[in-house]
């Protein structure tokens, strides 16, 4: 449906989608089979910002190495710098 209306809808995974099972196979397996083939390369944020600026921006830290505080920083100068 979305590709038909001219959007490409992307996915944010979590753990539980290989931990919960449907009809005996991975909830992940059969959320991407039944998506149609595509590029499954780099989402690009900033054309996503453009898309939708009426949504909630956040920003999420599911694993970062660095200084948490900096990151943050750094992540909203960023969203700052290229939201319209």
Not at 60 to 73: K, W
């Amino acid at each position: 449906m979305a590709t038909r209306a001219g959007m490409t809808p992307g996915y944010h995974n979590h753990s539980w989608e290989t931990s919960t099972l449907i009809g005996g196979r991975h909830a992940l397996e059969v959320f991407a089979e039944a998506l149609e083939p595509a590029d499954r390369g780099e989402v690009d944020v900033a054309a996503s910002l453009r898309a939708a600026p009426q949504a909630l921006r956040v920003v999420e830290f599911d694993d970062y190495a660095g200084e948490i505080f900096e990151g943050i920083a750094t992540s909203l100068a960023w969203l700052r710098a290229h939201d319209v």
